[in-house]
């Protein structure tokens, strides 16, 4: 069940990928696809809800981000997604808490530790995310998002060098190259090569333009 719905969120936002607008955090955004996704999944299996002892009242509060945050991670089967209801209202320090937890205990962990990275990520700690996304990319979990994620990793640590090979391995891989060209453009100024980080911050624009024309 948990494999079933990380490939559909996974597959939902490579669907919507070309109509995210880059407001807010990109991890808020994605978490909120995975959380819809389950709150979809219970709705329609009214089994899981009554073995979750949810009634009607408490399935409505459920909808909401603020309450999901706090709903104990028994009545959403584990700490694995309380961590996600944490991470998609805004309460990284909460998530790593219960993905580490679920890391430890060996409760979906490998899945468990791309949230911790993306979480650890979203608070800038580099290092710490650069640790989980290179355990996942290994193990073959997300292994392009791992490479994005990875490059914005190294740009935060300023290592704009191996973030510059990184943005362009994603663009080799056609993995979400207009942010990618435009991240690769910034590190290019940072290295003091003004032509070739213009030159990706135009094309980057360009490729944003074209998708917002054919929209």
């Not at 494999?3 to 109509?19: Q, S």
């Not at 990284?92 to 060996?106: K, L, M, N, P």
Request: hydrophobic share 40%; proline share 0%; with cysteine.
């Amino acid at each position: 069940e948990v494999d079933e719905v990380f490939e559909e969120t996974w597959l939902r936002v490579l669907d919507k990928l070309p109509g995210y607008r880059d407001e807010g955090r990109f991890s808020a955004w994605l978490f909120r696809i995975g959380r819809n996704i389950f709150i979809d999944r219970l709705r329609k299996n009214r089994n899981a809800f009554a073995a979750l002892n949810l009634d009607a009242e408490e399935a409505r509060m459920a909808e909401d981000a603020q309450y999901t945050a706090q709903i104990d991670a028994d009545v959403l089967f584990s700490r694995y997604y309380r961590g996600i209801a944490h991470m998609q209202a805004g309460g990284y320090e909460a998530a790593i808490a219960d993905f580490t937890a679920c890391v430890e205990d060996g409760v979906n962990a490998e899945t468990a530790r791309f949230w911790r990275g993306a979480c650890f990520l979203d608070v800038g700690e580099y290092a710490a995310a650069l640790e989980d996304f290179a355990f996942c990319s290994e193990a073959g979990v997300e292994e392009e998002s791992c490479l994005y994620y990875s490059a914005l990793c190294h740009m935060g640590l300023e290592d704009y060098e191996t973030a510059v090979e990184g943005f362009t391995e994603c663009l080799a891989r056609n993995v979400m190259s207009e942010q990618a060209l435009y991240n690769r453009g910034m590190c290019y100024l940072q290295l003091g090569d003004t032509e070739k980080g213009q030159a990706d911050l135009e094309a980057s624009l360009s490729q944003g333009t074209a998708r917002s024309e054919a929209e």
